[in-house]
């Protein structure tokens, strides 16, 4: 088992390029699934189509949502693809279930009031608030991921072309900037990041206090004590500044497609969700203006 999972592993790191978090969900699934199946002296690669059908069975009956278990029907589909491709098993067990239906909800967004508030927290009064001011401006003007935002380095900035180059699972994008957050983080990487930074080698464009690469759960306490201080009753994540970023666009004229390219989603499907959030924000509108409705 270990050394199936071991190559899984490989498989999402190198050959999918997947992020640390998809890596650690999807091995987290595929060990639960394994353990089910060790339970039933079952190796995995002679695991059929109807053990799966139980095991997705089986979590549901234990008050698993349907959103979690179709993740994990979804990661183990996932292994078993991987298994395929490296000889291990003829078929993919997994192949053809579809647990029940989830319904997707709809993202929370701010409204350009509540972005603006927000960003105006950070105080530029000290080395912190101006390198926290940079990072959320960032944030906001380019809808990037935490996970992309943390991993910039100094270089993947253009501020005289105005652009950001972002990488992400092999493929690089560039986004423009404001004019706001390209003086923002000029303010920064100019003033402030040499004043944090312990060593001229470090090529992080964003460093904790210490001066090391900012990390996933600082950014997120940050968020967290932002939103506290501007008094939004909204739950605030770095999520919603990039559904924020993609549901401003689109309600000024900006096409799908555009904006599709600027959050790097593979597929169009998975930008379609922001059309469904104006069109129901039209229709909130008409059902409180209109005096019939």
Known sequence: MSELLTVYEDFLKREKQASANTVSSYLRDVSQFATAMEGKDLPLTQVANQDVEDYASTLTKRGKSPATVT?????????????MSKGYVDQNPAKGISPAKVERKLPQV???????LFLEQPECTDLKGYRDRAMLELLYA???RVSELIELDVDDLNLPGGVLRCFSKGRERVIPLYPAAIRALGEYINRIR????????ETALFV???????????????????QDKAGIQKDITPHTLR?????????NGADLRSIQEMLGHADISSTQIYSKLINQKIKDVYKKAHPRA
């Open 142 to 144: 380019t809808g990037i």
């Open 71 to 83: 993740r994990s029907v979804a990661s183990i589909k996932s292994f078993y693809s991987c298994l």
């Open 194 to 201: 040499p004043q944090l930074v312990d060593s001229a080698d």
């Open 110 to 116: 701010l409204t350009g009031k509540e972005v603006e």
């Open 208 to 226: 904790n206090m210490s001066g090391e690469r900012m990390s996933r759960q600082g950014f997120w306490k940050l968020i967290k004590f932002y």
């Open 243 to 251: 559904h924020s970023f993609a549901a401003h666009l689109l309600e």
